[in-house]
């Protein structure tokens, strides 16, 4: 299948991407599935990524109570490196972006820019858990 085809929601990453020192965007379910990608990464690095952020979020959101409210909502994480960062933040429902930067990004300016994104593309950025199909028999 042409990636062009299956990546509708790219274009809207790339957006994520025009400030300075980002390197990547992925948009994926919360089982991992790539949803869309930036045109400055394959579609084969976009899906083992994703599905890699999967896990992070998972694990993420699991520790609230660790934060001290177990009702509250997991909205963001940041992971460090030497090289650079990965934000990763709540995108609709069961959807996520991640988007790497290098180690000399405006950290507030790309969370702030993330939220504005996520705002903007609402529903459209959403992805519904899967169900297993029903068969009539």
Request: charged fraction near 25%; charge should be negative; hydrophobic fraction near 40%.
């Amino acid at each position: 299948m042409n990636d062009a085809v299956t990546n509708k929601l790219g274009w809207m990453l790339d957006d994520a991407l025009k400030m300075p020192e980002t390197r990547h965007a992925i948009l994926f379910s919360a089982d991992g599935l790539l949803m869309a990608h930036s045109e400055r990464i394959s579609r084969d690095d976009a899906d083992r990524h994703a599905a890699g952020m999967s896990g992070l979020q998972s694990l993420a959101r699991s520790t609230v109570e660790f934060c001290g409210a177990p009702e509250s909502p997991w909205r963001q994480t940041v992971t460090e490196f030497d090289d650079g960062y990965v934000f990763l933040v709540a995108a609709g429902v069961g959807a996520y972006l991640a988007v790497s930067t290098t180690e000399k990004v405006d950290m507030e300016a790309v969370s702030f820019r993330l939220q504005e994104l996520v705002q903007r593309l609402g529903k459209e950025m959403s992805s519904p858990p899967r169900r297993d199909g029903d068969t009539a028999a």
